[in-house]
Nanobody, 123 residues
Framework: QVQLVESGGGSVQTGGSLRLSCASS????????AGWFRQAPGKEREFVAT????????DYADFVKGRFTISRDYAKNTVSLQMNSLKPEDTALYYC????????????????WGQGTLVTVSS
């Protein structure tokens, strides 16, 4: 069973960048598809991006296309989310998740979750 730990959150101004990282332990991360989700205060958790086990397939929420990039580093056993051109509406707790058998934008299809890392974007 894989355990996930996110890092890289912080506070930035509008237009800034952050790079989130998700590290795994207890399993072979490359055997899992991975996703990033976020939850803002008072809102439901929403899909951000996903990448397949071999990195060949990615998918993004419309509101991050062209600004965020998901990638894998198999040597480090991590999945990263590069976030550029950040907006105040990107402020949220960002979660990393993992699942077997391919990408998905549905949070309910991910059995493994990290604790989240907070991203705050000020105007």
């Amino acid at each position: 069973q894989v355990q996930l730990v996110e890092s890289g959150g912080g506070s930035v101004q509008t237009g800034g960048s952050l790079r989130l990282s998700c590290a795994s332990s207890g399993g072979t991360f490359s055997a899992y598809a991975a996703g990033w989700f976020r939850q803002a205060p008072g809102k439901e958790r929403e899909f951000v991006a996903t990448v397949s086990e071999y990195g060949r397939t990615t998918d993004y929420a419309d509101f991050v296309k062209g600004r965020f990039t998901i990638s894998r580093d198999y040597a480090k056993n991590t999945v990263s989310l590069q976030m550029n051109s950040l907006k105040p509406e990107d402020t949220a707790l960002y979660y990393c998740a993992a699942r077997v058998w391919g990408v998905s934008s549905a949070a309910s299809e991910y059995p493994f979750w990290g604790q989240g890392t907070l991203v705050t974007v000020s105007s």
